[in-house]
């Protein structure tokens, strides 16, 4: 069975701190996504990285591939309340399938 | 932006009857997907749909699953004799084409076995 392990599953700190998520598999992936959900909606799609090393940006925050491309990291600079939310990363092992890790909640407080 | 559409939001079934869940994917995607997410648990991959026929499916979809792109717009699931634990969010995805193309997720159906 394939696994991709989130950490840590639950975050809660003040604003203008920063932060990273992690996500670990011993799979390698062609490519990760991560996502950010809502409660009642589906995940939105924050960014993908595709080569092994990638870092990409999306303002205050930093998504990084891995080497190897099993792992991956989300990195949220001076975070802010708006920044609450799940997020979830998603690996892809397949040319089709998406393997999820367990989400991390977060929880920013002004 | 366009976006991945799914009904009904919620879905109230006896236990033993057929349910179908219905989605609009984006317009120019090629690619089809189904996962589900029972409540407080990873998501996970159902199936995947390309060019008519099913490319890829998990130990999930058994036989009681079944997909179906009925018309140019629409991709179904159907869940043939619905059991208390398919209860879930069913989530329909789409992408441009395989591998490293992101997928777009739909807002989901709950479905609710009693």
């Known amino acids: 069975t394939q696994l991709l392990e989130q950490s840590p599953q639950f975050l809660s700190i003040q604003e203008g701190e920063n932060l990273t998520v992690y996500c670990n598999s011993s799979s390698v992936f062609s490519s990760l996504q991560w996502y950010r959900q809502e409660p009642g909606e589906g995940p939105v799609l924050l960014v993908t990285v595709v080569t092994g090393g990638e870092v990409k940006k999306l303002k205050r925050l930093t998504f990084q591939f ?14 802010q309340p708006g920044d609450t939310g799940l997020y979830l990363c998603a690996g892809a092992i397949s040319n ?7 989400g991390t909640k977060l929880i920013i407080k002004p | 932006e366009p976006e991945v559409t799914q009904t009904p939001s919620h879905q109230v079934t ?45 130990e999930i979809f058994d036989d009681q699953f079944s997909v179906e792109r009925p018309d140019g717009s629409n991709f179904t ?38």
């Open chain 1, 66 to 79: 891995g080497d190897a491309r099993k792992d991956s990291s989300l990195h949220i600079t001076a975070a």
């Open chain 2, 77 to 114: 699931l159907k869940i043939r004799s619905t059991k208390l634990e398919d209860s879930a969010m069913y989530f329909c995805a789409s992408n441009l084409g395989q591998g490293k193309q992101p997928q777009h997720f739909g807002d989901g159906t709950r479905l609710s076995i009693l």
């Open chain 1, 96 to 102: 089709y399938q998406l393997i999820w890790g367990a």
């Open chain 2, 14 to 58: 006896q236990m033993g009857q057929e349910v179908i869940l219905r989605c609009v994917p984006i317009s120019n995607h090629l690619y089809f997907y189904w996962y589900r997410q029972i409540l407080g648990q990873k998501v996970e991959f159902l199936v995947s749909f390309y060019n008519n026929e099913i490319s890829e499916k998990s």
